[in-house]
């Protein structure tokens, strides 16, 4: 250890040498630098020498952690690297006002990704509205993360981003108009973009897109969305979830559809649009639908939307399905009768929410249409936040029809399944038994039990 620190000293004994670590070239003491978590611990080795006065400021990457806005906005007016790569600021200074002063400096200079975190108590998100950040142009930005705490945000009117190819846009209000979205997502002006996800967004009842360029998009708990028009040629992946929960007007939402290359479509939304028109989707290989045993029908026009899904998709090779039971279950129509055969599922995740309901007779009727799987994921959900377990009410008829017992249904395909959040239940140990019978070339079984 004496002979490493004699080596690596930062000066002579006699305190009239330049310090060893200082003779390093500047883009391995920047290398070094970019190491520190904050910028402005970075910006404080400007004690040790000289030397490293000004070394923070070429630095490629600065991130800030719940430091003041203005504080943010000094360091990059001060910041002199030719391209800031990356840029992460996380605060707990809800102003408006105060972001919009450092968001101009930091379009100007960024060449790469920025990440804004706002974060706010839950009684700050629910206060009034306090205003809206303007947020600039990033014309050479790579990729934007902005998740407010529902702050407002203005969007720009104007300007390209010509760079950008992941956009995230997480816990905002939207100020403006709905349509100002559509515009900035548009191919003219985000011409590079490969992803986008909106979720939790304020103030969104309209979404219209026209991109030729994006890949793959999710949209969550829009929950006011009112229209959705989607026109991506080169789209392969759609989620969307939470979506059309507005009470007030649940018969006037429409969606409207166009992926000609969708490979894998997410569709799980508790209320349906009364209108949905969705293209041919030719090269279909992965549906992820939610179905629900209710104890009234008014869910069952979302049943009957995801049984169509289903029917048209019926050369898919990997579906996941999600089955909640609610504690008082009604069997009505368009339940797993309507269900149609999917014989080229090769891969199957099946998620249940069962409420201490019999899983057997779903399960059956769901793996009896999907005999050529190979592989079985089978997730047991937490039924709710109570410790002692559900029990299925008295005379329920969640294991209807009961004669789903005396049928045959070989798995002969059947060769790994895996078990999560097993808890022991006496309907979840029968099913698993049941699991064995069916599977008659079963090589692996993997069960991982709840914590």
């Known amino acids: 250890m004496d002979l490493t620190f004699e080596r ?3 000066s002579d004994a006699d305190g009239g040498g330049e310090d060893r670590l200082s003779a390093l070239p500047d883009d ?51 910041h002199e690297a030719p391209d800031l790569s990356r840029l992460v600021a996380l605060t707990e200074d809800s102003s408006p006002k105060s972001v919009s002063a450092w968001l101009p400096i930091a379009a100007r200079g960024l060449s790469g990704a920025i990440h804004l975190e706002v974060v706010r108590t839950e009684s700050e998100t629910e206060a009034e509205d306090t205003g809206a950040i303007d947020r600039p142009c990033f014309e050479k930005a790579t990729a934007i993360m902005v998740k407010l705490g529902f702050l407002g945000l203005a969007l720009p009117p104007s300007g390209v981003f010509a760079r950008l190819g992941d956009l995230q846009l997480v816990d905002i209000q939207l100020h403006g108009q ?23 967004v304020r103030g969104l009842d309209s979404f219209s897109i026209h991109s030729d360029s994006l890949l793959h998009m999710k949209l969550s708990s829009l929950h006011h969305l009112q229209q959705l028009t989607v026109m991506a040629p080169a789209l392969k992946r759609l989620k969307v979830s939470s979506c059309f929960t507005d009470p007030l007007n649940p018969d006037l939402s429409v969606a409207n559809i166009s992926a000609p290359q969708l490979t894998a479509l997410g569709w799980k939304n508790v209320i349906e649009p009364s209108s949905i028109l969705l293209d041919k989707m030719m090269h279909l290989e992965q549906l992820s639908v939610q179905l629900f045993i209710v104890e009234k029908e008014e869910v069952f026009r979302h049943n009957h939307y995801c049984m169509k899904l289903l029917r048209r998709s019926e050369r898919i090779h990997n579906l996941h399905l999600l089955i909640y039971y609610l504690l008082n279950i009604y069997i009505g129509p368009y339940w797993m009768e309507h269900m149609p055969r999917l014989p080229y599922i090769t891969s199957l995740k099946l998620q249940v929410a069962a409420n201490g309901h019999s899983l057997g007779a779903t399960s059956f009727d769901v793996l009896r249409r999907c005999t050529g799987v190979k592989k079985l994921y089978l997730n047991f959900l937490p039924e709710s936040q109570l410790e002692e377990q559900t029990l299925c009410p008295s005379g329920c008829n969640c294991d209807q029809p009961s004669n789903w017992r005396m049928e045959e249904l070989a798995l002969n395909y059947l060769e790994e399944i895996v078990i999560d959040g097993m808890r022991g239940t006496e309907h979840e ?5 049941w699991l064995f019978h069916w599977a008659t070339v079963l090589k692996r079984m993997q069960i991982i039990f709840h914590e």
Not at 178 to 188: A, F, H, M, V, Y
């Open 8 to 10: 690596l000293k930062l």
């Open 28 to 78: 391995l003491l920047i290398a070094i630098l970019v190491l520190v978590d904050d910028a402005a611990a970075a910006a404080r080795t400007s004690i040790l020498a000289s030397r490293w006065r000004r070394l923070w400021a070429l630095l490629p990457e600065l991130r800030f952690s719940y430091i003041e806005h203005h504080r943010i906005g000094a360091a990059l007016a001060a």
């Open 178 to 200: 709905s349509s100002g979205i559509g515009d900035l997502l548009s191919s003219q002006r985000c011409p590079s973009l490969r992803f986008l996800l909106v979720s939790d």
């Open 429 to 433: 140990m029968a099913l698993v038994q």
